[in-house]
Each structure stands twice: as structure tokens, then as C-alpha cells.
């Protein structure tokens, strides 16, 4: 379960960042997972309550998470179509020679914070 590792560096991430902007709470997350990371997203949400615990500045906030759906271009016939759907071959010619465009990437989309002011 990487996620769990992942998802606490993200969370330090964001601590960092809100702490520089003297926040006083962040509300919500948002995070766009790309669906071609091996992230399960259900694993996310299942221990972001356990992961922000004992972390004051994340008390009560929400995590939304995005999914970003795995995009290749088949080096063939320059088809667009879903990698993740489609089990990595293309459905116009049957390639399996592609370049990934999207779907590989975890993005910390949005913070909503609460500051002193």
C-alpha cells in the first residue's frame, strides 16, 4: 500500500504550503490522481481520517480525490483513446506501441485554507 506513503508526503506538502501562507486550517483537498499510477483512490479516502489525526491544521478537512484518466497516442495510427480501458492497445489498429499524455500524475489540484485574518 504505497498510497499511504504517497498520501502522507502530499500532506506534508500541503502543511508546508499552508503554513508559509499563515493558514489557520485547511478545509479541503483536492487531488487529481492519474489513473495509470497504481493509486487507488478508495485507499485515500479510506485513511486520510487516520493520516490528519493527530495534525490540528487539517482538523475537520474534506479530500476530494479526482481521477485523471490514463490517455495514449498510438505511435501507429495517432489514434487518441483511454490506456486503462483499453488494456494498453489501441481499438482503431490493435497497436500496443503508444505514448502516454496523461494518467501518470498526482496533483495536489486544491487547497482551501482558513486564515488569521
Not at 500541503?14 to 492519474?34: F, H, Q, Y
Not at 483499453?86 to 481499438?91: D, L, S, T
Not at 490493435?94 to 494518467?103: D, P
Amino acid at each position: 500500500m504505497h498510497e499511504i506513503s504517497v498520501l502522507h508526503h502530499a500532506l506534508n506538502t500541503i502543511e508546508d504550503a499552508a503554513r508559509e501562507d499563515n493558514a489557520r486550517r485547511v478545509s479541503k483537498i483536492v487531488l487529481e490522481v492519474g489513473e495509470l499510477t497504481g493509486i487507488l483512490p478508495s485507499v485515500f479516502e479510506t485513511f486520510f481520517p487516520m493520516l490528519i489525526e493527530d495534525r490540528p491544521l487539517f482538523q475537520d478537512a474534506e479530500l476530494v480525490v479526482a481521477v485523471r484518466p490514463g490517455r495514449g497516442l498510438c505511435d501507429d495510427c495517432n489514434n487518441m483513446y483511454n490506456v486503462f480501458k483499453n488494456e494498453g492497445i489501441c481499438p482503431s489498429c490493435k497497436s500496443r506501441n503508444k505514448t502516454i499524455i496523461s494518467g501518470t500524475e498526482l496533483v495536489i489540484r486544491e487547497i482551501t485554507v482558513e486564515t488569521g485574518e
